[in-house]
């Protein structure tokens, strides 16, 4: 199993939803975050004195799979997501040794 965590610009969120559904993704975990990397933040104006914007708004995405759905996943959310401009995201895929459903006390593939 593996853990695919997404950060990308809150407004694909829906987009990168849709898709990851489409693959066969039924669950999803979403955080609001903030961030940024390459982007650096951006300066605004604001009643007259400006000021800088370190931390974009940006939604993480956690999904648990089994590692025969990884690559299909990640290319759906990585075609979803993509502006083509800074600030798109980053995927990050991690080994998932073990899960556990609080419910009914399954475990690995299925308690995903």
């Known amino acids: 199993m593996k853990k695919v965590e997404a950060i990308i610009k809150p407004f ?11 693959v066969g993704i039924q669950g999803i975990t979403v955080t609001e975050a903030k961030g940024f990397g390459r982007q650096k933040g951006h300066t605004e104006l604001y009643r007259g004195a400006e000021y800088v914007v370190d931390f974009l ?25 993509q502006t083509g401009r800074i600030g798109d995201g980053k995927i990050f895929i991690t080994p998932i040794e073990e899960v556990v459903r609080i419910r009914t006390g ?7």
């Open 106 to 112: 399954e475990k690995g593939s299925q308690a995903i």
């Open 12 to 22: 694909k969120l829906d987009e990168v939803k849709e898709a990851l559904h489409e």
């Open 57 to 81: 708004p940006k939604v993480k995405l956690e999904v648990v799979m089994d590692d025969g759905m990884v690559e299909r996943a990640v290319e759906a959310i990585q075609q979803a997501a």
